[in-house]
């Protein structure tokens, strides 16, 4: 570590490059909300059993 203090413009950058990033993750998730390709409804029942079947422990992971 520098032992530098972050000036306002380094300040203003990083919140801005935060910013951006929240707004593309909420551009994703509202592109995956919106998908209606019947994938997921599909590939889950598949993905559910073999977690079911890898589980170390007796208990179910998932409930019904």
């Not at 409804?41 to 598949?46: F, K, M, Q, R």
Request: charged share 30%.
């Amino acid at each position: 570590m520098s032992g530098k203090r972050p000036t306002k413009q380094s300040l203003s950058s990083a919140a801005v490059n935060q910013r951006n990033a929240s707004q593309e993750a909420i551009r994703l998730l509202q592109e995956w909300m919106a998908d209606e390709s019947g994938y997921d409804e599909e590939v889950w029942p598949v993905v559910k059993k073999a977690i079911e079947e890898n589980r170390p422990s007796y208990r179910s992971r998932f409930s019904g």
